[in-house]
């Protein structure tokens, strides 16, 4: 199953708005075959990973093992279902990291599978194969976006030096933030951010796609730099709920929150969010805008430091 989770990972740029899947097939003590979900429309892990099998191994599938990290479709899309595909080859058990929440399999693979007579264990590294896919299992069970709440402060706790931009990043922590957004599908700031610095919340310093960008604000406002195509990349939306129903409408699955202090404290105060980074520099300016009020409710779940800096994010 870890391999299965490697597996997975290498789909993460391309197979969005489906979740990372990665499947391995076992048979005489040994891997005959692999494969992951490379992107949408095309082959799911299983697919990939029966037609990786060799020629001369095809007589082992019959007392194989298929481990996938995630439950096996059991419905048509824009590929057959997988675990017809399974029982077709007639496997003899399957295990799975966990169930899928889309509500058009949610255990109906599973199911399809025991019918057929294929043993099925459930649960296999559960929990790394639900982080894996934390935004695509938040954006079914809950209809909203996966909310990374993300800022830079000072050692004695602001995000400005006397309401002045301030630069608290390094290059190197800047570029992790850029890998951050290649990473999820859009972005926000409010519109004190938008109009004081301009921000242009692409990739530039990374490799991917920028994310869908907005500016949180009830009205108009001056918005940022244009592309390098002459056009503005902001979206204006009046409130959080215009902008989560925007994300539900286009499968926008994850959102990186880098306002100021009002538009991160707003998420807080309403509970929506589900990562928090806080990127701490070691320098002190006396005064200025405060950071946040982190929630009670949180977990410290990794602590890196980088040039000096250090990133700390935090989970419910």
């Not at 990939?48 to 059991?74: G, H, I, Q």
């Not at 989560?244 to 880098?258: N, T």
Request: glycine residues 8%; proline residues 5%; contains cysteine.
């Amino acid at each position: 199953m870890r391999r299965c989770l490697q597996l997975a990972a290498c789909g993460r740029m391309e197979s969005r708005p489906n979740p990372m899947v990665g499947a391995v097939i076992v048979a005489d003590g040994r891997i005959v075959g692999e494969g992951y979900h490379v992107r949408c429309g095309e082959g799911h892990a299983e697919v990939n990973a029966f037609a990786s099998v060799a020629a001369e191994d095809e007589r082992l599938l019959k007392e194989a093992t298929v481990y996938v990290s995630l439950e096996p479709c059991s419905h048509y899309g824009k590929t057959p279902p997988c675990a017809d595909l399974i029982v077709s080859k007639g496997v003899r058990r399957v295990v799975v990291g966990c169930v899928d929440p889309f509500a058009k399999v949610q255990g109906r693979g599973i199911e399809k599978l025991r019918k057929a007579g294929i043993e099925v264990t459930v649960g296999v590294l559960e929990a790394e194969c639900q982080w894996l896919n934390r935004r695509f299992f938040t954006f079914h069970r809950e209809q909203r976006p996966y909310i990374i709440l993300k800022y830079a402060r000072t050692q004695d706790g602001f995000l400005d030096n006397h309401g002045q931009s301030l630069a608290i990043s390094t290059p190197f922590t800047k570029m992790l933030v850029h890998r951050l957004r290649a990473e999820e599908d859009s972005i926000v700031v409010g519109r004190t951010t938008a109009e004081r610095e301009h921000p242009r919340l692409d990739v530039r310093h990374w490799a991917g796609p920028s994310p869908k960008r907005f500016v949180l604000s009830s009205k108009a406002c001056c918005t940022a730099a244009a592309d390098e195509d002459g056009e503005r990349p902001y979206r204006m939306v009046a409130s959080i709920e215009e902008l989560l129903h925007v994300c539900r409408e286009e499968q926008l699955q994850s959102l990186i929150v880098e306002g100021g202090r009002q538009t991160l404290q707003s998420f807080i105060d309403s509970n929506l969010w589900d990562e928090i980074h806080v990127e701490t520099a070691p320098i002190s300016v006396g005064e200025g805008t405060p950071a946040p009020s982190l929630p009670d409710n949180i977990v410290l779940k990794s602590k890196e430091t980088y040039d000096g800096n250090t990133i700390q994010v935090y989970t419910m």
